[in-house]
């Protein structure tokens, strides 16, 4: 998929989206981001993608936000990680100790070695996805917002790994498939104590590779160009 298909899907995408009353933006203004937040019902933000907790750059981030008619109604953040040749087995347990600096609750080890054999490399963090509840239900434009998610990311760091983390209830509902990640891995890691608050030892991994994202993005389009407003 080059980059005349990738931006071609981005505006097709778009053009759903906009058809809906939605349209996206990329926040450029990281301090209108606690704003959203609250603004779209949200109750909370992981540290990975807080401003408050990441040196965010317009080259290490993209903070994407739909809004209708009565505001912000799907947001989700992306942060560039360039392990180079680091290992996930130093590199996750580094920045969870920093993201929960509460002492030895936010340490973990155990990584998978199904995740830390495989994944590496040049990775983006898609997180906090979310949808406002006047939309849910209405799985077609959360895959079309988070497919637009995954191929800015693909346009502006050509990633070998994108990923996110999931609650084990939410993957078990699809939530996975429907942020655009093929790959879901149960217990990715584990907490070496008591996890923090908002974390559990039962967290999946969700990850999409660079090879998989065409496939990923052509399943989306067949998906959103019919009535995809079924659960």
């Known amino acids: 998929m080059d980059i005349l298909q990738q931006a071609d899907a981005v505006g097709r995408l778009r053009g759903v989206l906009k058809s809906r009353g939605i349209s996206v933006e990329v926040i450029q203004d990281y301090s209108r981001v606690c704003a959203l937040i609250e603004a779209a019902g949200k109750e909370y933000l992981t540290p990975f993608s807080s401003p408050d907790h990441n040196d965010f750059t317009e080259r290490n981030c993209i903070w994407l936000c739909g809004f209708d008619v009565d505001g912000p109604v799907m947001l ?30 936010a340490r973990i080890g155990s990584i ?95 990850f999409l590779s660079r090879r998989s994202l065409p496939a990923m993005v052509d399943a989306v389009l067949d998906d959103v160009s019919g009535d995809v407003s079924l659960i």
């Open 76 to 105: 989700g953040a992306a942060r560039l990680e360039d392990l180079g040749g680091e290992k996930l087995d130093s590199y996750w347990p580094r920045i969870f100790k920093r993201a929960y600096p509460d002492g030895s609750s």
């Open 112 to 206: 998978s070695p199904a995740i830390s054999q495989v994944v590496g490399g040049r990775m983006v963090y898609f997180g906090d996805l979310f949808v406002a509840k006047r939309l849910r239900g209405m799985r077609g434009n959360l895959q079309a917002f988070t497919a637009i998610g995954h191929l800015l990311c693909s346009l502006k760091w050509e990633p070998d790994w994108i990923y996110c983390f999931l609650r084990s209830r939410d993957a078990a509902r699809g939530a996975g498939l429907t942020y655009g990640f093929n790959w879901i891995e149960r217990r990715p890691y584990r907490w070496l104590d008591v996890p923090p608050e908002g974390r559990s030892n039962n967290e999946c991994a969700a």
